[in-house]
């Protein structure tokens, strides 16, 4: 009884199923719909523009043919592989791009109509001028740089390309190759930083090369230097102690210039307070680079007037240390709070200097800035737009703030070559100059150790 | 029992109708004529303001078979009123390498969107691109409010505060015989001749508003200021 139930209820179901599944037919995609065979008439060249790897192609379609659909340009490369652009019938030139070298090339041109008649092809054999690849290998300069090698290019068209970096690896005992280093991959997309450090290389001679590909799988031979990079190490900030020779202080708020900022006996600017024992500036030599160190206060003149438009604020913050060895240093890098609230603005440093004296100068401590040597001066960048930051942009900013020491300085009276024991940093901006303070999370330092103490 | 085994045998015929139909003749019944063809649309339309007109310029995609554009806006509430542009040379701005038409509004002002729609030679349309716009009229031209007038030391010479969008001013002034000077436009100062002192200056401020409108507008009233009376 209960058996039948279930042939009488089941049956006609799996019954259904099965004849659904039997009747299916494969569904292959809506098909070319053909509405004619004529082939449309071939595409008329008016112009052909030379371009760095390219042919701008301006073409005119022959009237009275509504169903053309696009046009097709196609070239043979130089690896043997085909190459296709197509743009729609509402555009009156294609761009070819891929090229390489300055010969001429044969680019074919048809058109097609909605149902997938071709036309007659045209033929456009015209040269390119030189591709934004071989012209960046071409004006390629590699030179030793601190604790690396540093890499010029040109790439007057802003074309992106990628230049791949070959170092030596040693992979057969006793014989040395050229291997690419993926993790130095340089990619070029703009015709301004047209320029890359490649670090971190012991300062011994060796051999790098490059190599530049494109999207369009062009790929350059290629350019091997060697070279010898400077020797570079990171400056130990665990040595580095800060000194209250200039009478840093904590106090959590903006203190009166008058009262507070120079020291009556020697007139030297003081150096500033911290917020707290947690902000003083020995922890931008503490290897923390997240979180929040360093927040010291501006000066402010006339801080008491009880108006405050005669308030003044002075923007010179310092602080001064020990490096307890003597350096030349090669570059700085600024690592800042990493809130997005101070990327490019806000407490961030902007602009600074480095000063530097050693123990040579008996008068370090009673006479400044004329006994102690200006090492560098520094301009932080600013971004596009700082409302809509770019990835790249706040990667740069608290990743790689990076100062080179030398190409860096922005003051022509600064010595940067000079080597230093004693360093005081003078913070000169903030991003936005209306912050009441500074803030950075640490400072590293890479140069030349001359002396340990 | 009979009829429900009735029931199943039609249920399953139904079933057999649906799942044997094929999707192709389907989709075959709506493409078989090949897809639609636009026309090439306008990629942009440009709106110049005006009093009680507009010039609109029209920057068309590029199509070999484009014939006339049509520009269409509301009149009031459900009525359009349109206007045809054919692609001539007599419709062609050289400089400013569009075609362009310039549509008198008759009693519209104020905001307007403007739609246009290119035609091709086979009456296929383009997609509808719109763009607002701004008619001045009477009720703009009354809020406008002339530049004040300030006369030298010795009132033998008067000239106008600048207004944002002022262009210049038009000025007549009462002479020593009792007669008004004719109405001349003054840009800046402007010198008094035998001006009667006490007598009155007249003047109206023109303003262009926006630096691309294709018509300046002049305050309704005339800014009457007493000549001052000097030793």
Known sequence: MKTNRYIKFFLPAMVSSLLQVACMDSYMGIEQIKTGSDAPDKVVVNEVTPQSGALKIDFTLAKGNPNIAQVVASYTNKRGEPMEFKVSRYSSSILVEGLTGTDDVTVELICIDASGNKSEVTYVSAAPLISPVELALNTMKVEPAFGGIKVEWKNTSAQPFTIHVLTEDTLQKGVSTLVEDPSKTIYSRDSVNTAAYVRQYPSIEQGFGFVISDKWGNRTDTLISSLTPYKEDEIDYRRIEAVSFFNPTVYAGSRDYDSYAVNSATGIRNDGNAHGAAFVPQTIFNGVRTGNELYGYKFVKNLNDPDPANRVTVHDFYATFDLNMDVRLSRVKIYPRTALVYTYTRSSVKRFRIWGTNDANSQRWSKFPETWTLIGEYVGREPVNLASLTPEEIEYFNENQEYSIAEGNVNPEAQPTESFRYMRLQLMETYNPNEAFYTINEFQMFGEVLNKY | ?231
């Open chain 2, 1 to 231: 029992m009979m009829s429900k085994y009735a029931y199943i045998a039609t249920l399953l015929l139904a079933f057999l109708c649906i799942s044997c139909e094929d999707a192709n003749d389907l989709l075959d019944q709506h493409l078989k004529g090949g897809p639609i063809v636009y026309a090439g649309k306008i990629n942009e339309l440009d709106i110049q303001s005006g009093y009680y007109r507009l010039r609109v310029n029209i920057y068309p995609a590029e199509d070999v078979n484009r014939s006339h554009c049509v520009l269409s806006w509301n009149v009031t509430s459900g009525v359009r009123d349109s206007v045809v542009v054919q692609y001539m040379e007599e419709n062609y701005d050289k400089d400013l390498e569009c075609y362009y038409a310039i549509i008198p509004l008759g009693p519209i002002e104020g905001n307007l969107l403007m739609a246009s729609q290119n035609v091709d030679a086979f009456g296929n349309r383009s997609l509808i691109n719109s763009e607002g716009a701004f008619i001045y009229g009477p009720t703009y031209v009354s809020t406008l409010v002339n530049a004040p007038v300030n006369f030298s030391p010795d009132a033998s010479e008067v000239t106008f505060e600048n207004r944002i969008g002022a262009v210049g001013n038009l000025v007549s002034y009462e002479q020593n015989n009792g007669q008004f000077t004719e109405e001349v436009f003054v840009t800046d100062s402007y010198p008094l001749v035998n001006a009667k002192s006490g007598g009155i200056i007249r003047s109206k401020t023109r303003y262009l508003i926006a630096e691309t409108d294709i018509d300046t507008l002049v305050t309704e009233a005339y800014l009457e200021t007493v000549i001052p009376q000097t030793p």
